[in-house]
Each structure stands twice: as structure tokens, then as C-alpha cells.
């Protein structure tokens, strides 16, 4: 279905990046046989809690949560396939798996694009194909005895990535999104990955990239400032740059203050709905949230918001009126590092 380009509608107003899908499925209460379904039911090891693995088993859910967002007003819709890779499907002993789980995920994503699309041209929707940081690090030693040790190398990242991305891309995709990047250099085999299959494919699909400053120090896992990071990314030439998860609104809003006056991009934020409590669970409401988004907006900081871990429709509805009302962030206003 034929739609503006996205670097059009960035300039002319904020869009709005839909919210959780862990939080969503758990809604769902769903038990074992909803993972196996009729194909896997003598898949040795359990498979309850690969998310994935539903839209190949359950994509009628994934395709509801989907509808919610866009019905909430989310502009881009993100791809079931956070874990969608190599290494994580390792877990569950599926890595046969990573191509068809990405093609069918963006499909079930592409669909819901072009029902609500069609519903109303003026409002296109777009998909972006989900690539998760994997369960690795490239960076960090996983042995405190040997802090020379690396449980993967880049090479085998590269690999990995570009099997997702393979999928992605052939399932419908409109943008790629690199998200909660808590290694750069992980990052950077995503990328490159990507990168190699444009040029295999002649195939060019925008880039976002996503880090997560993981606690009050204002780092990543890996050890870079907000600074730092958006250097170490600047190589390649994205759509947005921005971040995710970890922490909520409040938060994360020097951070990406840093990321919206040091960015020659366009910057992004999709933020948690607070800190979790002693449960894990997230007690703010999208008014609670909506409150510390909105500074974002007020101040010119964002060309795409949205939600990460606690997030619901709810907040995204609550998120894109907000939204609507603000104008997006002018690059030209970034001041170079």
C-alpha cells in the first residue's frame, strides 16, 4: 500500500510509537499449550514465556494487540520479535526457527498497517521491524574470573542479525528499529548486519536505533554517557536516534535532552511507565505518565513518543493526544558535539 514517506510526516508533526507487547500478552493469561499450539506439541523443554513463538502460534492474539495500538493512535507499529534472534531462540532450542518466527510476525504487524491505513489515508500506519539486543554482550566479560572472556563474538552477532533482519524485511517492514541497546558494539554488529543486506538486496529501509541508559549513573550497560552513544552511532545515516525502557519519563529526561541538542537526527523516546515496583509491575497511570511525556513535547525534544515496559494502549491513546497538540523538534535547532 502506497504511503507517504516518513521523513514527510516527521517534519510536519510528532508521531507516536505504539507500547508493550510483554505487557499485553500477560493480559492474555495464556499457559503452555497457547506457546506449543498443534505444531510443537512434542517440542522437548517448555515453551511458556517465548513471545515470539505466538505469532506463529497464536497470531490472532499478537494481531489483536496490534489493532489496540493502532486503535489507541500509534503511527508505527512495532513487530512481535524483541527475541527474535539467534541467541535468545537458543534458549528454547529453536534457532531453526528465527526466520519464518520474523517473516510471519512482520506480516501480522503489516496487516493491521494496511486495514487501519486503509481506514484512513490520512493517517497512514507504519510497521517497524523489532530487533531486540539479544542475551549477549560483546563488550563485557560474563566471568568476573576473566574479564577477557566473550561469550560471542562480533562476527557471530553479525550473523545473527542479519537472519532477523532478512525476516523482517521480507515480512513487510517499513523501518527497521535496533531498540533497548544496552551494548553499543552489538549495536553496531545490528547494523552492520543491516547494512550488508541492503547492499545483497538493494533493499534500503530506514534505521532507527534505540539505547537505554540502564540506572541513575546515566550509562549504558556497557559503559557510554548519552553522548558517547550517539557518537558511536553516528556512522551509520539513521532516521531517529533515541531511547527506551529502564527507566521512566522523569527519569530519562536529561538524557534525552542531551540526545535532542546533540542529534543531527531525528530523536525518539519510548519510556517505561515508571520504575517497576517490588512486584516488577508498573503503577503509572497514562495521566501519571502523560504528565512527564508532555515536558517532552513542551520542549521541542521528540519526533516520535511511545511507550515501552508497562505501557498499554491506554497510555498510548493518552500519549497521542497529548502529542497531537505540540509541534515536533526541528533538527536544525541540534547543536553538533
Known amino acids: 500500500m502506497q504511503k507517504p514517506d516518513i521523513t514527510t510526516l ?4 510528532i508521531l507516536v510509537l505504539d507500547g508493550a507487547m510483554g505487557t499485553m500478552i500477560q493480559r ?12 510443537f506439541q512434542d517440542h522437548p523443554g517448555d515453551l511458556k514465556g517465548n513471545n515470539d513463538l505466538l505469532s ?8 489483536e494487540i496490534h489493532a489496540a495500538y493502532a486503535e ?10 524483541f527475541n527474535g534472534n539467534l541467541f535468545s531462540m537458543a534458549d528454547y532450542a529453536m534457532e531453526d526457527l528465527v526466520y519464518e518466527l520474523n517473516v510471519a510476525s512482520a506480516k501480522i504487524a503489516r496487516e493491521v498497517a494496511d486495514e487501519f491505513t486503509a481506514k484512513n489515508p490520512d ?4 510497521v517497524a521491524g523489532a530487533v531486540g539486543p539479544t542475551n549477549k554482550t560483546a563488550s563485557i566479560s560474563p566471568d568476573v574470573n576473566n574479564p577477557g572472556y566473550r561469550a560471542v563474538t562480533f562476527d557471530d552477532l553479525v550473523a545473527a ?18 531498540e533497548t541497546i544496552f551494548d553499543s558494539l552489538n549495536a553496531k554488529a545490528a547494523l552492520f548486519a543491516i547494512q550488508k543486506h541492503q547492499e545483497d538486496t ?5 534505521v532507527m536505533v534505540s539505547g537505554t541508559i540502564t540506572d541513575q549513573s546515566g550509562r549504558t550497560l556497557s559503559g557510554q554517557t548519552t553522548e558517547a552513544f550517539l557518537i558511536s552511532m553516528s556512522h551509520v545515516p539513521l532516521l531517529t536516534i533515541g531511547l527506551n525502557c529502564a527507566l521512566g519519563a522523569e527519569d530519562m529526561r536529561p538524557y534525552l535532552k542531551t540526545l535532542s541538542e546533540k542529534s543531527d537526527f531525528y530523536t525518539s523516546a519510548h519510556p517505561n511507565a515508571g520504575l517497576p515496583n517490588e512486584f516488577g509491575e508498573y503503577d503509572q497511570t497514562p495521566e501519571i505518565m502523560g504528565g512527564y511525556i508532555e515536558e517532552f513535547l513542551q520542549e521541542g525534544m521528540v519526533n516520535i513518543i511511545g511507550g515501552c515496559c508497562g505501557t498499554t494502549p491506554d497510555h498510548i491513546r493518552h500519549i497521542a493526544q ?3 497538540q505540540h509541534e515536533p523538534r526541528k533538527i536544525q535547532e541540534a547543536v553538533t558535539a
Open 10 to 13: 516527521l517534519d510536519s508533526r
Open 28 to 39: 492474555y493469561k495464556l499457559e503452555e499449550e497457547d506457546f506449543r499450539g498443534d505444531r
Open 56 to 63: 506463529i502460534t497464536r497470531p490472532d492474539v499478537i494481531k
Open 72 to 81: 489507541a493512535g500509534a503511527d508505527i507499529l512495532e513487530t512481535n520479535t
Open 123 to 126: 493517517k497512514p500506519r507504519y
Open 161 to 178: 542479525y542479519y537472519e532477523q533482519v532478512k525476516g523482517l524485511v521480507d515480512g513487510g517492514s517499513d523501518l527497521l528499529l535496533v
Open 202 to 206: 538493494d533493499r534500503v529501509l530506514p
Open 322 to 324: 497529548l502529542a497531537a
